[in-house]
């Protein structure tokens, strides 16, 4: 079955980090880019990184950069983003998805998602 798990949500103090992995299933992360966006009820889903799969250069907004860091471990088909110095205002469902180039870091011709993971920084 093709599919994208995420995992290693959870409740996480302000200042602390969250490491979230999405494995691939069915098929190879390793030949797409990937991207983790996040969604807060009510609001509009928003991209925070992207890694291509040509060089594996990776991107963030500005919200993000130096606390967020997107990476690929191929041996174990997933892709994980470390997130350092959490915020409140980070608490959202983070969803990873699969797609064919990164426009900054925004995942371009998006082809697959995941579920979703919940991550919750309380204020």
């Known amino acids: 079955q093709v599919q994208l798990v995420e995992s290693g949500g959870g409740l996480v103090q302000p200042g602390g980090s969250l490491r979230l992995s999405c494995a691939g299933s069915?098929?190879?992360?390793?030949?797409?880019?990937v991207g983790w966006f996040r969604q807060v009820p009510g609001k509009e889903r928003e991209g925070v990184a992207c890694?291509?799969?040509?060089?594996?250069?990776?991107y963030y907004p500005n919200s993000v950069k130096g606390r967020f860091t997107i990476s690929r471990d191929n041996a174990k088909n997933t892709v994980i983003l470390q997130m350092k110095r959490l915020k409140p205002e980070d608490t959202a469902v983070y969803y990873c998805?699969?797609?064919?180039?990164?426009?900054?870091?925004?995942?371009?011709?998006?082809?697959?998602w995941g579920q979703g993971t919940l991550v919750t920084v309380p204020s």
């Open positions: 998805a699969v797609g064919r180039s990164c426009s900054g870091f925004i995942l371009q011709h998006l082809e697959r």
């Open positions: 069915g098929f190879s992360l390793e030949h797409w880019a």
């Open positions: 890694i291509s799969s040509s060089d594996e250069s990776t």
